[in-house]
């Protein structure tokens, strides 16, 4: 079936820097990838949307200059959390559609960022 | 603005059992609602679908209902088994492509 893989599952970093978030799909092409931020015991929310060769989508409340996102192939999405901070530090998850219909999501494993 | 919400209260049952889960959404229905299974700090799986105009679906030991009436999807585990201890997504979907809304989910504790 198939698998999104995302690296970094875990990642801690100081105040102020960025930090990379890759999402792979690797063994299907996904021309369109979502992004989402889970805080604990809370609902998966969409960040945005990826579009290969185009400018995400983001959604209302999100800055689109603190999570930059990059979508350069049919199989790469990256995500960047610039200048972090403590409020950033959640759960992070990428999804493709699987082309099974009906916006079924394959996830990855998540990323896991703990901003000191 | 639609809401999907989940019963945050985890709920506990003996190995065995049916476990049932409830999905309430607001407004009007959506075309489609998705259940997926999250285990802790792992990406959510997807595990049924069902449209507006099916009443039930089933997949093995899941079975799913969608009530346009009490606007609510109820989920069941028949003959729970501690593996399926996990945290279960309601997600309603409204486009023909791309965004879902997702329920802050309902943690099962299955013991033996």
């Known amino acids: 079936g198939a698998v999104v893989s995302q690296h970094p599952s875990r990642v801690i970093c100081k105040s102020g820097t960025s930090v990379k978030i890759e999402c792979r799909s690797l063994d299907f092409q996904a021309t369109t990838m979502f992004w989402y931020r889970q805080f604990p015991k809370q609902s998966l929310m969409l960040m945005a949307t990826s579009n290969e060769g185009s400018k995400a989508t983001y959604e209302q409340g999100v800055e689109k200059d603190k999570f930059l996102i990059n979508h350069a192939s049919l199989t790469l999405s990256t995500l960047t959390v610039t200048s972090a901070h403590p409020e950033d530090s959640s759960f ?7 082309g099974t219909g009906a916006n079924v999501l394959t ?3 998540g990323s896991r960022l703990t901003v000191l | 603005s639609q809401k999907i919400e989940q019963n945050s209260e985890a709920l506990n049952i003996q190995e065995g059992k049916t476990a049932t ?5 607001t407004n009007y229905s959506p075309a489609y609602l998705q259940w997926y299974r999250q285990d802790p700090g792992r990406g959510p799986v997807f ?3 069902i449209r507006e105009n099916e009443k039930e679906k089933r997949k093995e030991r899941l079975k799913v209902t969608f009530d346009t009436t009490l606007k609510q ?3 069941h585990i028949t003959a729970s088994q501690p593996a399926d201890s ?3 997504l ?3 979907g409204d486009d023909s492509w791309g965004k879902l809304q997702f ?3 309902t943690q099962v504790v299955v013991t033996p």
Do not use: Q, V
Not at chain 1, 92 to 98: D, G
Not at chain 2, 21 to 25: F, G
């Open chain 2, 73 to 75: 999807s109820l989920f």
């Open chain 2, 103 to 105: 329920g802050a989910g």
């Open chain 1, 92 to 98: 992070y998850i990428c999804s493709a559609e699987t």
């Open chain 2, 47 to 49: 595990l049924l679908l």
């Open chain 2, 86 to 88: 996990a945290t279960y």
């Open chain 1, 107 to 109: 996830f990855g494993a």
């Open chain 2, 90 to 92: 309601c997600a309603r």
């Open chain 2, 21 to 25: 889960l409830t999905c309430n959404y």
